[in-house]
């Protein structure tokens, strides 16, 4: 007697998009795979039990999508006011001469709430500030070129934004010049090294560097081991329509809060688009660093952050090796060799606490770490920066059925991403140049001063 034994679909060779065609079509109710078994004994008959079978939920992508990335940027280096002055002055459409005139006024400590520019929340920033990136997209209208978006009142800008996408740029034929060039190579100098792990002391090991003179591809690509996924988040693109842009182009209070509920509405935009924000997805506080050297080493210490899923450190410098050569240093927190360019930005929830479990980002529980002495050398300076993961979030409706036999079809779905960065110089900017921190607050520079100093005047 022959049993016919099913195989969950998994084990079959058909994808899960094909196992969501076939389940829509009813031809999943046939088994994907059998195998014939022989029974070498009789057995008394018996009722036959009915297979069972894994039922694959249809999933249909939904009508709107949109993102909502928020960042906090804090950093105590001198001139962020200034160099922040000059890019709203050039995004405004002054070019270079907007330029001059915002640095001017972030000099003399001019304010003004315009200037915000789309793409900030990637950035560690010139100053201090808060950062909201948002985009949306309709599939009942892909070409899509403004939207709003509703906003709560503690937001603290006014009832809406306006949510502009940019305009196709005509393409231009490009002229190419036949002439032949004799390419020009120059040997590169200088070594790389790579250091790791909280502490007051260089661990056995440490560093790993890497000749550039010498070094073969082979070289390159068993050194630079970069961890980071960056998932995908608000765009500015046609037919995605995305705050801040040149209309609308206010900045975030510093007192705004993104809790409550957010409506999208726009040509297309399902009429029931509207998202409740809770605190994990608010803007974080922003973080507070201190430094303190201790005999070459530096101690970093930094309050706890609510709703912070792991925190990360790197700095990264150099110094002169005499002649025309040198050497970059970069120095993680992590207790594995990571270069960690590609984790000072939003990362999914999955691979954060992954990279927790492998102690290259410090658990939530972490207030403190330390920069072992000798790394960067007497002369030697380092950029350190800093950044505190929030949890990204999903929000859908309708809700997904719980009955896998019932297709999920959402109106709309919303991702949100959350950080707070910190930017600084190794060891601090507080006694820099040999003055007290009041006498440094008393003098502020003039406009006139910086543009002496940009025209050697």
Not at 238 to 263: C, E
Not at 304 to 332: K, P
Request: aromatic letters at 8%.
């Amino acid at each position: 007697m022959n049993k016919i034994r099913f195989l969950q679909p998994s084990t079959s060779k058909l994808s899960v998009a094909s196992c969501i065609v076939l389940s829509a079509t009813g031809l999943l109710n046939f088994p994907l795979s059998a195998q014939a078994q022989t029974k070498t004994k009789a057995a008394p008959a018996a009722k036959a039990a009915a297979p069972v079978k894994d039922i694959v939920q249809v999933v249909k992508p939904p009508i709107a999508l949109a993102f909502i990335d928020a960042a906090t940027n804090a950093s105590d280096m001198p001139g962020g006011n200034l160099m922040a002055g000059a890019a709203h002055g050039a995004q405004s459409g002054g070019g270079f001469f907007g330029a001059l005139t915002g640095m001017a006024k972030g000099a003399v400590g001019g304010v003004s709430d315009r200037g915000n520019a789309f793409g900030n929340t990637h950035t560690m920033g010139f100053s201090s500030g808060k950062y909201v990136d948002v985009s949306v997209y309709t599939t009942k209208n892909p070409s899509l070129g403004d939207a709003k978006q509703m906003i709560p009142s503690v937001m603290n800008l006014g009832e809406s934004l306006q949510l502009n996408a940019p305009v196709p740029e005509k393409t231009t034929p490009v002229i190419v010049d036949e002439t032949p060039l004799e390419p020009t190579y120059e040997k590169p100098k200088g070594k790389i090294s790579v250091y790791w792990g909280c502490g007051e002391t260089i661990r056995p090991g440490q560093p790993r560097t890497l000749d550039v003179a010498t070094a073969s591809m082979d070289d390159y690509a068993k050194f630079f081991v970069m961890r980071g996924k960056t998932t995908k988040g608000a765009r500015w693109q046609p037919g995605n329509p995305a705050w801040p842009n040149k209309i609308d182009d206010r900045k975030v209070p510093d007192t705004a809060s993104l809790v409550g509920q957010h409506q999208f509405v726009g040509n297309g935009i399902p009429e029931s688009f509207k998202v409740n924000l809770g605190a994990p997805q608010d803007l974080m506080p922003a973080i507070e660093l201190q430094q303190t050297k201790k005999e070459g080493a530096v101690a970093l210490q930094w309050k706890s952050i609510a709703h912070a899923r792991g925190y990360f450190l790197s700095v990264m410098g150099g110094q002169s090796t005499g002649g025309d050569s040198g050497e970059m240093i970069v120095w993680t927190s992590s207790e594995l060799p990571d270069f960690g360019f590609g984790l000072m930005d939003y990362q999914s929830n999955q691979d954060i606490d992954k990279w927790i479990k492998e102690q290259v980002i410090l658990p939530a529980s972490a207030t403190q770490c330390a920069v072992p002495k000798g790394i960067f050398g007497e002369n030697g300076a380092g950029m350190l920066r800093m950044i505190a993961y929030g949890s990204d979030a999903y929000f859908a409706y309708p809700p997904r059925p719980e009955d896998p036999k019932i297709a999920w079809e959402p109106d709309w779905q919303t991702k949100v991403r959350v950080k707070s960065v910190y930017g600084s110089i190794l060891g601090g900017m507080g006694d820099m140049g040999g003055q007290s921190k009041s006498q440094k607050e008393e003098k502020k520079p003039k406009a006139t001063d910086l543009l002496k100093s940009l025209f050697g005047n």
